[in-house]
């Protein structure tokens, strides 16, 4: 079983044969995978599971690719997925329609799938830096994720592995207000029923290790919303 916080790449493509071909490479080099054949089904598809990178067709019935991409990005507070548009359509006119639209990155049919997988990996080092190894730095809090080590004001600190990943989310998006739903997604993922009061149980673990060694509580929480780093 892949962990909770595993980058999801949403494949949308109407032909069944294609989605299976990417679901297959991309789960091979170790992503989760959800799918969508249709415009109308992958805006419920990115709704529900918030993914990290979508690839999406522009060809598609009921809805188009560009008017899915125009609709996620004209979202207030945007869309947190890297969008990569995947199309025949090679001209130069299409490719600055589609990245004017909000696509983060656009590919031409037919593509070979390793230079897919590093288009992939390149616009998630982007939205998700902790899962490429990145250092993440917050104000005075700094967070290695290949070291698995975080400090504050250069002094180590201490944090079980939920609240390592509780951190690592709020960093990758600092500023973010968190819904607590959108937290159990990403840390302890959709498979395992977890109550939303065990989020507040765990931010407070993590509040206390911060503040530990000294500093303010850097975890705003939000009213009837969530927490976000400040």
Request: include cysteine; proline fraction near 4%.
């Amino acid at each position: 079983m892949r962990k909770a916080d595993t980058p999801l790449v949403l494949v949308v493509d109407d032909e069944p044969a294609q989605r299976a071909l990417l679901s297959y490479n991309l789960e091979a080099a170790g992503f989760r995978v959800a799918t969508a054949g249709d415009g109308e089904e992958a805006l419920l598809v990115i709704a529900e599971e918030a993914p990290d990178v979508i690839l999406l067709d522009w060809m598609l019935p009921r809805l188009s690719g560009i008017e899915v991409c125009r609709q996620i990005k004209g979202r207030v507070g945007g869309c947190d997925a890297a969008v990569i548009m995947v199309s025949a359509r090679s001209e130069e006119g299409d490719r600055v329609r589609g990245l004017e639209t909000g696509a983060d990155d656009y590919i031409v049919k037919p593509y070979s799938v390793n230079e897919l997988l590093a288009r992939v990996r390149a616009n998630l080092r982007r939205v998700r830096p902790a899962q490429s190894g990145q250092v993440l730095e917050v104000g005075d809090i700094r967070l290695d994720p290949e070291a698995h080590r975080v400090f504050r004001q250069g002094e180590e600190l201490h944090l079980g592995p939920t609240e390592f990943r509780l951190l690592s989310a709020l960093m990758e998006k600092a500023g973010r207000v968190w819904s607590r739903e959108a937290l159990l997604d990403r840390v302890w993922g959709r498979d395992i029923y977890v109550d939303t009061r065990t989020v507040d149980v765990h931010i407070g673990r993590l509040r206390k290790a911060l503040c530990a060694k000294g500093g303010d509580d850097p975890i705003r929480t939000v009213r009837g919303a969530g927490y976000a780093l400040e």
